[in-house]
């Protein structure tokens, strides 16, 4: 009809509407969905069909009530949406109104459960008041005391208006995972030998005297920093080889067992990564597990890169040590007018340190992994006792940690 003409919205259809001056209420569907229907219309709501969902489009004038049957009941599954104008505290109001008790009674009393999340933004943002609430709702019919699998995001504001929408997705969905593409290392696919190899040729090139120890130092970052990473964009958490089959058949045949299966696969999966963690052992794989960390790189000095091979070493240094070693060094400075120079460190002290280092822990300010001292060559290992050696010598630290 020419009234309906006005109400045109590219790339949706209009099922049905309720014209109103102030209450006005319509329904659109994608243009590209063929098997959408409209059941029923009443003051409050609208009722249509999408596939083998019914669904009610809910509008509440603020100065009417709820008759005696509130909403329909719709057969499973059903979802409730809309503008419901009422206040209560399960939807984050401060006051109980009586009409929102009567709601609250009727989804009690029909296994119908609420869609919301107090911690997102509220749905209605009033510009008199400056603040946030949510009039706007979600509702879902259950079976077997098991609601409908629904998630509900409010989006941000929309253009002339005080209503945000919100974006409903119907179905389980898989946690995706959106990581940085900051380059990673997975060291149960590296080639430790020809990473040594490449390094050991490498190192040859980088002088640990006559340049700055700065220098120095930046150049054996850039030969870590050099070597080939990688990284998974987006991926889903505990998705196994089986869980991956069992996805992409569900791509193909839509087939909502498979779903089950696919999530129920994924929940054993997350299950034991659960019960496998270990902080003591392994906790730069725990924390990642739980909340990948933001990382950025930084300027580290050598004394920073000393710092770290302390913290990261098995022993513990006991006070009374640590009190002896800084005397002796405060001794050696105050006589630092002789000739004598710190005794250089040799091969087998560094040996000694990096064996004593724990593998699978976090990289400190150099962003350098312990594997990857782990496997040093032996000319790295040589260049590494020259390195602080000079370091030493040259007095370019304050302080060991």
């Known amino acids: 009809t020419d009234e309906a003409s006005r109400y045109k919205l590219d790339g949706f259809d209009l099922l049905n509407y309720v014209p109103h001056g102030r209450h006005g209420r319509a329904t659109y569907v994608r243009a590209n969905i063929m098997d959408a229907i409209s059941l029923e219309s009443t003051n409050f709501y609208d009722v249509i ?43 984050g109001y401060t006051e109980v109104d009586a009409d ?9 009393k029909n ?17 008199r008041w400056s603040r946030d609430y949510s009039p706007d709702l979600c509702w879902v019919s259950t079976l077997d005391r098991l609601p409908l699998p629904v998630t509900c ?48 040729q490498s190192i040859i ?26 990284y998974h964009l987006v991926y889903i958490p505990c998705l196994n080889a089986e869980c991956e089959a069992l996805l992409k058949q569900y791509k193909l045949s839509r087939d909502p067992d498979l779903a089950d ?5 994924l929940d054993e999966r997350w299950e034991e990564a659960m019960e496998s963690l270990d902080f003591t052992r392994s906790s730069r794989k725990s924390w990642n597990l ?38 002796e060094w405060r001794k050696y400075r105050r006589n630092n007018n002789t ?37 040093l060559g032996n000319r790295a290992r040589k260049w590494l006792a020259q390195f602080f050696t000079r370091v030493a010598r040259e007095e370019s630290f304050q302080d060991f940690g």
């Open 49 to 91: 069909q999408v596939g083998g969902y019914q669904i009610a489009n809910v509008y509440k004038p603020p100065s009417m009530s709820w008759n005696e049957q509130v909403l329909p009941i719709l057969p499973h599954p059903a979802v409730y949406v809309g503008d419901f104008n009422r206040h209560h505290t399960d939807w």
């Open 100 to 108: 929102s008790e009567l709601l609250v009674d009727w989804a009690s």
């Open 111 to 127: 296994d119908i459960v609420l869609i919301h999340d107090a911690k997102q933004r509220g749905t209605f943002h009033s510009a």
């Open 153 to 200: 995001l409010v989006l941000d504001n929309f253009p002339h208006s005080q209503h945000r929408p919100s974006f409903i997705h119907i179905g389980l969905q898989l946690p995706i995972v959106r990581s940085s593409n900051k380059l990673q290392w997975n060291f149960r696919k590296v080639n430790w030998e020809k990473y040594s190899g490449t390094l050991e």
């Open 205 to 230: 090139v980088i002088p640990s005297r006559n340049i700055p120890i700065d220098k120095a130092y930046s150049n054996l970052q850039s030969s870590w920093y050099g070597y080939p990473r990688g």
């Open 261 to 265: 299966h696919v999530i129920e696969s």
């Open 290 to 327: 739980i909340q990948p960390p933001a990382q950025s790189h930084s300027v580290v000095t050598p004394n920073q890169l000393v710092s770290h091979m302390l913290k990261v070493a098995k022993f513990v240094v006991e006070k009374e040590i640590r009190q002896q070693v800084r005397g």
């Open 339 to 375: 000739q004598h120079s710190p005794e250089p460190f040799t091969v087998s002290e560094l040996d000694e340190i990096l064996r004593r280092v724990k593998p699978g822990t976090a990289a400190g300010y150099d962003n350098i992994l312990p594997e990857l001292l782990e496997h």
